[in-house]
C-alpha cells in the first residue's frame, strides 16, 4: 500500500513540476515579448524625438543662414549707397569748383550778363520791360555796374541795376525783380544742385 501511495505522489509530483515549467516557460516567453514590444515602442519613440530635435536645428540652421544672407546683402547694398553718395558728393565739388574756375576766364564778365539776361527774362516771362536788380559775389563786385551796363545794352527790354550789397554765394549772380517780390537764383550753388540729377544718373550709368 506505502509502495502504491509513494508511487502515485512521485508521479503527482512529476505532473506537477512538469506544469510548473511549461508555465515558467509561457512566463518567460510573454515577459520577452513584452520586453521586446516595450523595446519597440521606446525605440519608435526615440526615433521621433531625434528626427524632431534634427528638424529643429536644421530650420534654425536655415533661419539663421537666411539672416546671415538678408544681413550681408543688406550691408553690400548700403555700403553700394555710401559709395555712390561718396561719388556723387565729389563729382557735384568738382562740378562747383569748375564753376568758380570761370572766373579765371577772359569772358567771365560776358558769363555773368548772360547768366542775368536769362534770369531777366524768366523774371518776365515775356512781358513788359521791367527794371531788374542785380546782386554778385563779393569777389565779383568790381564787375557788378559793366555785367547790370551790358544786359541792358544787349537786351534794352531790361534795365539792370546793380545792388552793391554782396549776395552770399560763390558765384554767378541772383536777379530780383524791382519789387523785390521775385527772384531767380543763377549762382554756382544753385546750378550745381540743379545738376544733381543729372549728374547722379550719368554716375549710374557708370557703375
Partial sequence: MNEVSNEKISALQKIILEHANQQREALASDARKEADAW????????DRETNAVLADAKARAEDIHRRQILSAER????????????LLGEALKKFQ??????????DYDAILTGLA????????GGGEAETYKLRLASLDATRGDRVAKAVSKKNPRFKMIFE?????????CWVTSEDG???????????TQEMTDVIADRLLSLL
Fill in 181 to 191: 517780390r521775385r527772384q531767380i537764383n543763377a549762382d554756382w550753388q544753385s546750378r
Fill in 164 to 172: 552793391h550789397d554782396p549776395a552770399p554765394i560763390i558765384g554767378g
Fill in 117 to 124: 539776361i536769362e534770369a531777366a527774362r524768366a523774371l518776365s
Fill in 39 to 46: 523595446l519597440s515602442r521606446e525605440m519608435a519613440k526615440l
Fill in 75 to 86: 550691408e553690400k547694398s548700403t555700403e553700394a549707397l555710401r559709395q555712390q553718395n561718396r
Fill in 97 to 106: 569748383d569748375g564753376l568758380v574756375r570761370l572766373r579765371d576766364r577772359g
